[in-house]
């Protein structure tokens, strides 16, 4: 069935010196999380919190990240980002820890090693 779902989210970030950012982000689930299955598994997503430091490098922007959602995971980014002729390519390695996951519930999940390249173009 459907659910009606919303997530408030803060972020708060400031550069400590120039070209060097940290922050902190985190996100409140307006459902207090979500059953995996229903009757079988405690509730997962309720809140996740994310701290940030970034570091402009001579020819790209450097970002470290480390993540969690409350009973469920933990991740670890660390990712380049850069602009050429008004597209934004960002290369990024992901290494997200599910164990918690794996204790707590009947579904079956493997921790994550990611290698993501994204694109985006703004009209």
Request: net charge neutral.
């Amino acid at each position: 069935t459907a659910q009606n779902t919303g997530t408030f989210y803060f972020r708060l970030n400031s550069e400590v010196r120039k070209g060097t950012t940290i922050g902190a982000a985190y996100a409140k689930n307006s459902t207090d999380g979500n059953a995996a299955s229903v009757g079988l598994n405690p509730q997962f997503g309720e809140d996740a919190y994310k701290v940030f430091v970034s570091h402009d490098l001579a020819f790209t922007k450097a970002t470290v990240t480390y993540g969690e959602t409350n009973d469920y995971s933990k991740f670890y980014s660390v990712g380049l980002n850069k602009d050429y002729f008004g597209v934004n390519f960002d290369l990024s390695y992901w290494n997200v820890d599910l164990d918690n996951w794996a204790m707590q519930t009947t579904l079956k999940h493997d921790d994550r090693d990611l290698l993501v390249l994204k694109a985006k173009k703004t009209f």
